[in-house]
């Protein structure tokens, strides 16, 4: 099968090779924009808003998944134990939406976004999908005024959305790939960058001076016809297995069934792929494992041999008491 071609210049971000020499230039041109947007966000050019409650953006300056979702849930679990209570705004990559509304049980992961669809249901708080961060956020604000936190997932980069904390997720396996900006790398933004953001949380590897480490601990697995059906790896023993992955970094959940003890057969799909049922008509008898963010897709027409395994993160509570304390003005606001 060809390879089809944002799958080779994915590949070609994490290598260096003679073409970059072509498409460098352009990079410079995307990061000389980039300065010149900031700067015309920052003296008044454009339109920052601010909101009457604290901001939390979760970002990254990479293109493609660096595990922003599962931070996101961990987040929301930490802030509403000190008191607060999150909404989550979304712009619903991969979804076909094309005004604001909630993410709710009816909504379909094909018009919201897979993202957003898992948000709501791991973390039971409202979540709300738009083109725009401000007015998406205040719509939620508007339906849930006891919110009084709001949570970007993703969107470090859209200033005009102001906020109070910021904090980069970086890719511990991958970092900054070949360390260029768009086209011929994978960043939007300079590793400079870092330096100005609240904290910086590494999803495995080693974490650089000052960052945090998180690290994935598995459930098990849930049947996808029948979520409350749970297994332990033990039940796929000397069962053939197709390990299914449309994530940013598809190699990291099958490295992490790897370590589980299980030997599998891996199918990779882009990022935020909208599965059908003829993508997986390679296995019919056997045992297909995904990840969570991919199940949400194929709930619909899911068969009974079909698993998904959810993911929570373990952070070091450090990270917690440091948003806690950049959080210490807006205390009275939480009751």
């Known amino acids: 099968m060809k390879q089809p071609f944002s799958t080779w210049l994915v590949d070609q971000w994490y290598h260096n090779g003679p073409w970059q020499i072509v498409l460098r230039p352009f990079s410079w041109l995307f990061g000389l924009l980039s300065l010149l947007r900031r700067q015309a966000y920052r003296l008044g050019v454009f339109k920052s808003h601010k909101l009457p409650v604290p901001v939390i953006v979760v970002g990254n300056i990479s293109v493609g998944g660096t595990g922003k979702t599962p931070f996101v849930i961990w987040l929301v679990e930490q802030l509403q134990e000190q008191g607060w209570r999150p909404g989550i705004v979304s712009r619903g990559y991969g979804g076909s939406a094309s005004h604001t509304q909630r993410v709710d049980d009816n909504s379909l992961p094909q018009v919201v976004g897979d993202e957003p669809s898992l948000l709501a249901q791991r973390t039971g708080v409202p979540v709300f999908v738009g083109r725009k961060r401000a007015r998406t956020a205040r719509h939620l604000l508007r339906q849930f005024p006891l919110c009084n936190l709001i949570i970007s997932d993703d969107g470090l980069q859209h200033y005009a959305l102001q906020r109070d904390v910021e904090i980069v ?29 609240d904290a910086v949380v590494f999803n495995g590897g080693a974490p650089a001076a000052g960052a945090y480490l998180m690290q994935m601990a598995p459930g098990p697995f849930h049947n996808l016809q029948d979520p409350m059906q749970r297994v332990s790896v033990d039940a796929f023993a000397g069962k053939r297995i197709h390990a299914v992955a449309g994530i940013g970094n598809p190699q990291r959940f099958f490295n992490q069934l790897a370590l589980m003890g299980l030997h599998v057969e891996p199918h990779s799909f882009p990022d935020h792929h909208e599965f059908t049922v003829t993508d997986l008509q390679f296995a019919v008898d056997d045992v297909i494992l995904m990840t969570e963010k991919d199940a949400v897709k194929c709930v619909l027409f899911a068969q009974a041999n079909w698993w998904f395994l959810p993911v929570s993160a373990v952070i070091d509570h450090a990270l917690t008491d440091k948003i806690g304390s950049k959080l210490a003005s807006y205390n009275l606001k939480k009751d």
């Open 169 to 197: 997720i970086v890719d511990g396996e991958r970092e900054f790939g070949n360390a260029q900006l768009l086209p011929a790398g994978p960043l939007r933004e300079s590793p400079a960058r870092l330096t100005r953001v």
